[in-house]
């Protein structure tokens, strides 16, 4: 059985991996996919510290980010469709139709 430390350091990897791909890709699908990364290195530690205190309040906390998560991806997938029918491209620098 792996303990507290396991899942901190499987966490933390997680999450920094997710932190490098949002910040240094320019393809907006693979943002969205970073940002994903990043709120399951979260839920896995909140699951991990709501497991070792026989607490169900992190576990409940994770069900909040997945809906929040769901509606990310929902709303950031529906803006991006509009925005590839518009500029043709993913890549985030070709993004300047949002200006005025």
């Known amino acids: 059985m792996a303990g507290i430390n396991e899942y ?8 920094g ?17 970073s940002v994903e990364l990043m709120l399951n290195s979260i839920n896995l530690m909140l ?4 497991q070792t205190r026989a607490d169900m ?4 906390m994770v069900l909040f980010i997945f809906a929040v998560a769901a509606a990310e991806v ?5 803006i991006l469709i509009c925005l590839f029918k518009h500029a043709r491209s993913v890549d985030i620098n070709k993004f300047n139709v949002l200006k005025w």
């Open 8 to 15: 901190i350091i499987l966490s933390c990897i997680l999450f």
């Open 17 to 33: 991996l997710g932190t490098i791909g949002f910040l240094t890709r320019r393809n907006a699908l693979i943002l969205f996919m």
């Open 47 to 50: 699951v991990a510290f709501s």
């Open 57 to 60: 309040g992190g576990q409940v």
């Open 74 to 78: 929902a709303v950031g997938l529906a």
